[in-house]
């Protein structure tokens, strides 16, 4: 069984920092399955979801929603099957939900952060920049 776990949300004032992680089981050594490119996404309240950052497991490339670009840095621990979002000079705009989702099949370079192309999402992890 695929599972995403998030962990790392919560409350932060505006310019402060928070790294979330995702531990990915049923994914990678041992099992069918491997992730292609796995990363993060993030949803307001009737908003739809929207990626963040997310990163290729061949080769670690990255990509990064305008927003974020400069504040946020994904990383990857294969050996321990996580993924990880640092989040530096967090603004209030960056509240929402944070989703990790993983995509099992190859996608485009253009496509490999859009929520439609996910194929497991995680449960969520709330994260609340305000004063």
């Known amino acids: 069984q695929v599972q995403l776990v998030e962990s790392g949300g919560g409350l932060v004032q505006p310019g402060g920092s928070l790294r979330l992680s995702c531990h990915a089981s049923?994914?990678?050594?041992?099992?069918?399955?491997?992730?292609?490119?796995i990363g993060w996404f993030r949803q307001a309240p009737g908003k739809e979801r929207e990626g963040v950052a997310c990163i290729r497991r061949s080769d670690g490339g990255t990509d990064y929603s305008s927003s974020v670009k400069g504040r946020f840095t994904i990383s990857r621990d294969n050996a321990k099957n996580t993924v990880y979002l640092q989040m530096n000079s967090l603004k209030p705009e960056d509240t929402g939900v944070y989703y990790c989702?993983?995509?099992?099949?190859?996608?485009?370079?253009?496509?490999?952060?859009?929520?439609?192309?996910?194929?497991?999402w995680g449960q969520g992890t709330q994260v609340t920049v305000s004063s």
């Open positions: 049923g994914l990678g050594s041992g099992f069918p399955l491997d992730y292609y490119v």
């Open positions: 989702g993983a995509f099992v099949t190859p996608v485009q370079d253009q496509d490999m952060c859009v929520n439609w192309g996910v194929d497991f």
